[in-house]
């Protein structure tokens, strides 16, 4: 796939747009404002070292037809929220309910989307049906989308327990450990991916690419070397989404510009650096679909290796919400002089919805829970959640952060 915008650099492991290009970690360094703060940033390695992202050439606006800049009657950066939304397989359910609240919600505008995997998929799906009926289009979308995925799941292989609880039936989890045991081009030698015919039916790759009416960071990870590769709304294709949720288990690689890709989550779940970098909008809400903390330590295997899985695929977003912690907290209005980097870290402003309590979220399992019954209580979850955020939280967006970012990642 070629494209005029933005290009990968194999070899530095980032993103090089069409006005600036940094091939080394000293350039990119040099980039930073050089003041007492951007070299204290440099020294512990929290810039400079980081995948970019290439700038957009323009701002784009939350409206059906995209807005330039602002002026009367437009939303301004300040009451413009951007949204992190992390992967998780058929949990992405839950951050469905999540979207479907906010769109809902006059008062919530959209500039930038980042997300890996389920959290990729959501964005473009909201993306795509605002650009063809605005917020009622955008929940259309989500909702048929969603329903689809749905009917990936029969009725005989789920079982429900005491409790309403739902999951994949013995026979079922059986054959999905026998499946663990075979590579993808054993278990899937034609690479039959259902995913792919629902994205090409429900999707207008084209439009998107030509007039996205957001912001879009698609997060995937190169294979063969680890690094994290954020694609833009001007290079989306069927390939770059289905590459961000690409588990090398089941499918086979997704190959772009000869160079293979693997889920998103892998390097970032979600990317948050994009919208801090690229977004004017300095609000930035992180939709959660795994716990920051759980309660209890594993014991069994099972757990054991759930909880593991679940900590690689979060270390990346831990480690970079951490240092947005560490480095707010070190830009405080003791200095006598800003760079731009400082003022702008003193400026941004994070939100949070968790599901760290759900309890049809707790299961690692569930996420292959394709069943509609399952998924429409996550979505119900998901949308009583933001709910409950918007009537907290929705007046502080523009003004001031809702979520204590020293307590959850310092």
Known sequence: MTNSTTNYDAAAGYDVGHQERFTTAAERSAHIPRSRFGRWLRWFGFVGGEPQVAAAPTALETGPAPQRRDGPGRASPASRLNLALQGGGAHGAFTWGVLDALLADPRVRFEGLSGSSAGAMNAVVLADGWAKGGREGARAGLNAFWGEIGRQIPAAMVTQAAGDSISLSPASKLMAQWAGHFSPSQLNPFDLNPLRDLLMRQVDFERLRADSPFKLFIGTTHANSGKLRVFRERELSIEVLLASACLPRI????????????????????????????????????????????????????????????????????????????????????????????????????HMIDSGDVPDLQRTETQVLAYAPFLERLRDAGRERATAWLDAHAADVGRRGSLDLQRWFA
């Open 251 to 350: 499918h086979h690689p997704v190959e772009i510009d000869g160079e293979p890709y693997w889920d998103g989550g892998y390097s970032a779940n979600p990317a948050v650096f994009p919208l801090f970098y690229e977004c004017d909008a300095r609000d930035v809400l992180l939709v959660l679909l795994a716990p920051l903390r759980r309660e209890g330590t594993p014991r069994s295997i099972d757990e054991i290796e759930a909880r593991i899985l679940e900590l690689g695929f979060g270390a990346n977003f831990m480690r970079e919400m951490r240092m947005f912690a560490l480095a707010t907290a070190f830009a405080s209005p003791s200095f006598l002089s800003f760079g731009r980097l400082e003022r702008r870290l003193r400026q941004m402003r994070f």
